[in-house]
């Protein structure tokens, strides 16, 4: 998950020469030999994502979590946020990947009936 989270992030941050170019004055003020690196080079690597992969030692891991954390709590601290409890006996169906019901072709709006999850014919994404 971390590995393929970078390379989108780098995807990104690296999707033009100009940024990889201020990427190599960085590196250059910072005394890192990179004679042979071009802006071109940093894009390419970047967008090719399948030629390289990403270690992350358990370490390294942790001290970015906990760097990260005075930027994110306030974050989290900010969203909205509702505790929903089933009721005895029930229970709800949970996931970190949002779904979007897509009502089937003869739906008309304001009908009376629902277009829920359950109704046939209704896809989910």
């Known amino acids: 998950m971390h590995e393929a989270m970078l390379k989108r992030v780098m995807q990104i941050a690296y999707s033009h020469p100009r940024a990889a170019a201020s990427a190599i004055e960085d590196m250059k003020a910072s005394g890192k030999d990179i004679s042979d690196l071009t802006p071109e080079k940093i894009v390419e690597a970047a967008q090719n994502t399948d030629r390289y ?5 358990s370490g390294e891991s942790i001290k970015s979590m906990l760097s990260l954390l005075p930027r994110i709590g306030p974050m989290i601290g900010d969203m909205t946020w509702t505790v ?13 990947e949002p779904f979007v019901l897509l ?3 003869d739906y008309k709006p304001g009908r009376r009936s629902t ?7 209704t896809n989910t994404r």
């Open 53 to 57: 992969s990403i270690q992350f030692s």
């Open 103 to 105: 009502p089937p072709p």
């Open 84 to 96: 929903v409890h089933a009721p005895a006996n029930k229970s709800f169906v949970t996931s970190d």
């Open 115 to 121: 277009r829920g999850a359950m109704r046939t014919g």
